[in-house]
Structures are given as structure tokens and as C-alpha cells.
């Protein structure tokens, strides 16, 4: 059996990859579109969980350029947004499916076990993610995995690719700001949104959404608390994460 993960952003396919691992299947984690059709090309996947919004090409021109193509097989779309537009578009494309992120690994299983009923799932069932509580610990989500997978040095290196991810992202969305770069400010923020909600960094993804949602309503200079929300929560989160990941791994 085999699974390919399509995302642009790093943490979200290493995130992924853990989840995936359990299951009896082969798995390819790649950064694009265009990856993925040549892959498709060279072999044929049972499923593609296809990410949506990705530069250059996206997730719903790649779907369809693989449908064109012949290609039969089941497509999810990993969305953070599940509005009737998105979901028609997932549709019309030729997806067979959507979840919404950030996906825990509980869902994820379910999903493929549901799409692919035939994929052998032996092993034990990942764990699902911890319940939101009014105290967040952006840290639950990876402890959690790295203690069901029974591997303390998960944790570190899924908070090494996070700051990495979380540092390019916000250099992303510095540049785009200096330049005035109203969709690069957008694309940013869609991709801080996703990264930290899948990590478990949940202020920081709400801050990253507010900004995001507010772009195709408010020119730029009125979104100045809003940019200020996501710059302010950056520098203790990181802190946080630094001192009591055990060290980091990227």
C-alpha cells in the first residue's frame, strides 16, 4: 500500500509522517504539486492526502491535472478551511474527500480506514490528541505522540521542525510586509494558522487566523494590532518551547 502526503510546510509533513507511520503502508512525504505529479507518473499511490493552499501549484490544479491524467485513485484535501466554496472546489477538482486541520491521528486513521478499507492497520491505534483546556500547553500534542510512540526523542525533533517551520513562516510574513505584499502577508498567515493549530500552539494559530481572515476585508495598515498579536505571542512561545522540549532536534 501506498500513501503520499502532499504539503508545502515542513512540520505539517513531519507531523504527518509520525501519524502515518503505525499504519502497514508505504509513505512519501512531499513539499509540492508538481513533486507530487511526477511521482504519480513514475508510480501509481493508493491515496494522496493533498494539502489545498500551496504556492506555485496548488492542491486543486494538481488534482486536476491528475484526474486529466488518468489517475483513479483516492484524493483528500487537507483544508484549514471547510467553507461551501472550498468544499465545492475540493469536488469539482475531483477529490474523493476532505478533512479539515488540524487533523489528529485518530481522524487520520479513520479517514484512510474508511477510504482504503483493504490497508492492513495492525498496529495500535495513535493516540488522540489531548482536549483543549482553558490553560494551554502548546507542548501536549507532542508529548503525546512522542509517548505513544514509546520515543522521548520525538518530542524534540517535532519541536525542532516546528521552530524551523515557524521562523521561515514569520520571515515570510516580514517580507511580505515590507513590501506591502498583501496575498504573501495572506499566504503566511494561512501557513502559520495550519502549522501551529497541527502543533498544538493554539493562541498563535487563532492570532495567525484573525489576520487572515480579516486580509480580504482590511487593507493592510488596518491590520497593524492584528500583525502586532502574531509578533507579540512568537518570542515567549519559542522560549517556552526551547526550555522544556529536552532538547531540540530539528
Known amino acids: 500500500m501506498r500513501i503520499l502526503l502532499v504539503d508545502d510546510d515542513a512540520f505539517s509533513r513531519k507531523l504527518m509522517g509520525f501519524y502515518l507511520q503505525p499504519m502497514d503502508a508505504e509513505v512519501e512525504l512531499l513539499p509540492g504539486g508538481a513533486e507530487c505529479l511526477t511521482s504519480v507518473a513514475a508510480r501509481s499511490p493508493d491515496l494522496i492526502l493533498m494539502d489545498c493552499q500551496m504556492p506555485g501549484l496548488d492542491g486543486f490544479e494538481t488534482t486536476r491535472r491528475l484526474r486529466a491524467s488518468h489517475y483513479s485513485g483516492v484524493i483528500l484535501a487537507l483544508t484549514g478551511n471547510s467553507d461551501e466554496d472550498t468544499l465545492r472546489n475540493c469536488s469539482e477538482a475531483g477529490m474523493n474527500g476532505h478533512m479539515s486541520k488540524p487533523v489528529d491521528a485518530a481522524t487520520l486513521r479513520a479517514r484512510i480506514s474508511e477510504a482504503l478499507p483493504h490497508l492492513p492497520l495492525s498496529a495500535p491505534a495513535p493516540a488522540q490528541a489531548p482536549a483543549a483546556s482553558t490553560a494551554e500547553d502548546p507542548l501536549a500534542r507532542a508529548r503525546k505522540i512522542a509517548d505513544a510512540a514509546r520515543n522521548p526523542a520525538i518530542l524534540g525533533r517535532l519541536v525542532g521542525a516546528f521552530l524551523k517551520s ?85
Do not use: Y
Not at 521561515?168 to 513590501?179: C, H, I
Not at 499566504?187 to 502559520?192: D, I, K, N, S, T
Open 166 to 250: 515557524a521562523e521561515e513562516t514569520l520571515g515570510m510574513l516580514e517580507s511580505a510586509l515590507q513590501s506591502q505584499d498583501v496575498p504573501g502577508v495572506a499566504a503566511a498567515a494561512h501557513r502559520l494558522r495550519g502549522s501551529s493549530g497541527s502543533f498544538g500552539a493554539t493562541a498563535l494559530s487563532e492570532a495567525a487566523g484573525k489576520l487572515e481572515d480579516a486580509l480580504p476585508s482590511k487593507p493592510l495598515e488596518e491590520c497593524g494590532s492584528l500583525i502586532a498579536e502574531v509578533k507579540t505571542l512568537w518570542p515567549p512561545l519559542r522560549e517556552h518551547l526551547v526550555k522544556n522540549s529536552g532538547g531540540i532536534a530539528p
